[in-house]
């Protein structure tokens, strides 16, 4: 079975200042892909970054990146210069075969400026 | 750039009654997915239609049924509403059920059932 944990409920950061919010998976099927997404307090859904279980080099998305590490099943979302309207939920996920989505529990960011 | 179209954003109905609720996936997106957000909680899995057909299912109840029509949109029909079934419905998109690529979500539908 496919798991995604997030093992941080809840995160502060200083405006401009990045953050590093965590996220570990568990699959035995080879092939995936790894999403993070923004829930805003508005409720909408918004995707931010992928990275396939096959690609070598990290994901980069603007002040996104996707920290892979593959030996250790983590896909840490990383976000550069903060700013207010990142206060959000971020989901991270996976994909496997069949395509549905798998979410961890969330991390609520609250950027302080 | 065309987005998902959920309608309604906001549903508000009784116990027992029923609720109809659609999806419009972005042009040239073959597959549908829907999904559940409880208050507090990620979203889960319903089901899922490719090419029109039911492709996969999840913790969808036997009270909810959903189909996919022959211009991809698609429609989530709830019936005999419990206040349980009170939640955001997402519907999402994507150019095949490949993992490698990207789903989008619409913007949901909130359901209130009182």
């Known amino acids: 079975a496919q798991k995604i944990t997030q093992t941080q409920p809840g995160m502060f950061v200083q405006e401009k200042e990045a953050v590093t919010l965590d996220c570990t998976y568990d699959t035995s099927d080879p092939s995936y892909g790894l999403f993070w997404y923004k829930q805003p307090s508005s409720g909408e859904m918004i995707f931010l970054i992928y990275?396939?279980?096959?690609?070598?080099q990290n994901a980069t998305e603007g002040r996104y990146s996707l920290n892979f590490q593959k030996a250790r099943k983590s896909a840490n979302l990383v976000i550069s210069a903060s700013q207010l309207g990142d206060s959000a939920m971020y989901f991270c996920?996976?994909?496997?075969?069949?395509?549905?989505?798998?979410f961890g529990q969330g991390t609520e960011l609250s950027v302080k400026p | 750039a065309a987005g998902v179209i959920q309608s309604p954003r906001h549903l508000i109905k009784e116990k027992r009654e029923t609720a109809t609720l659609k999806c419009y996936p972005i042009?040239?997106?073959?597959?549908v997915y829907w999904y559940q957000q409880g208050p507090g909680q990620d979203p889960q899995f319903l089901i899922s239609?490719?090419?029109?057909?039911?492709?996969d299912k999840g913790s969808i109840p036997d009270r909810f049924s959903a189909q996919q029509f022959s211009d991809y949109h698609s429609e989530l029909n709830m019936s005999s509403l419990e206040l349980g079934d009170s939640a955001l419905y997402f519907c999402?998109?994507?150019?095949?059920?490949?993992?490698?690529?990207?789903?989008?979500f619409g913007p949901g539908t909130r359901l209130t059932v009182t």
């Open positions: 239609f490719y090419e029109k057909m039911q492709s």
């Open positions: 042009p040239r997106h073959d597959t």
């Open positions: 996920a996976m994909r496997g075969g069949g395509g549905k989505l798998i």
């Open positions: 999402a998109s994507s150019l095949g059920a490949s993992q490698f690529y990207e789903q989008y």
């Open positions: 990275q396939g279980s096959y690609d070598q």
